[in-house]
Each structure stands twice: as C-alpha cells, then as structure tokens.
C-alpha cells in the first residue's frame, strides 16, 4: 500500500499552547507566514514555498489548557517534547539573533555544529539550520 486510500496529500501540523493566538504569532513574525484563521483556541496559517507559493500543508495551534512546557533535552519524568520544527536557513547566526530579538531563547544543549536548538515562547523546540 502506497498510503491511507484517499489521501489528499494536504497535511497539518498542530502545536498546543496556553496562548495560541501569542504562540501563532511569533510563528507569523519568525516564518513571515500569514495567520489564515484566527480564534483564541484555534488559529491557522497557510505554510508556503520559498517563492511564497502556497503548500497543501499548514501550521495551526490549539489552546492547551492544562500545558505543561516541555524539556530539552528530554529528561526523565519530564513533558518530553512531541516533535520539533526545522526551519532551513541561509545564516543561522543571523537567524538565531531574529528568533531571539521575536522572543525565542538560544537552548543550553546544542548538540550539532551547523544547527541552533531553539525554543518558541512556550519551550517547543525548533531547530534553525543551514539549508545548502
């Protein structure tokens, strides 16, 4: 079986939050993606190309009310993060100064040379890494 029967081939990516009309934000501010939908438990925005074309994909974040800030790395009988974001850049130093000026933070462990171990303003992590 090549996939599920019927798969349209459009895919979603949903992030809890406290917040996630702040969360979807800095997602807005840091990919320069547009916000598509916006309600204080739901908000969606349109992942696109680098040419800004639309993909069948989107980034969305869903009130978490009862969020527990994951860890990185993980740590014994700590929230382990679900999954992380790569984010391919031309300049990570440069990138990392723009996540941190949105509000991001720079996390301890770093354990690859040509990536940056970020984490968004509720403790997911992204990594920023140079896209050759």
Known sequence: MAGVRGFSGWLGVVLGSP??????????????????SEEPTWVTMQMRDSENQPIPANLAFQLEEIYTRPVWP????????????????????GAVADA??????????QPQEHVRVMLDPDGHPFCLYLDR
């Open 100 to 109: 941190l000026a949105l509000g991001a933070e720079l996390a301890e462990f």
């Open 19 to 36: 917040d996630p009309v702040a969360l979807a934000h800095f997602y807005r501010d840091l990919l320069g993606w547009e916000v598509s």
């Open 74 to 93: 993980n740590r014994e009988g700590s929230q382990q993060m679900q999954f992380h974001l790569d984010v391919g850049v031309a300049d990570v130093e």
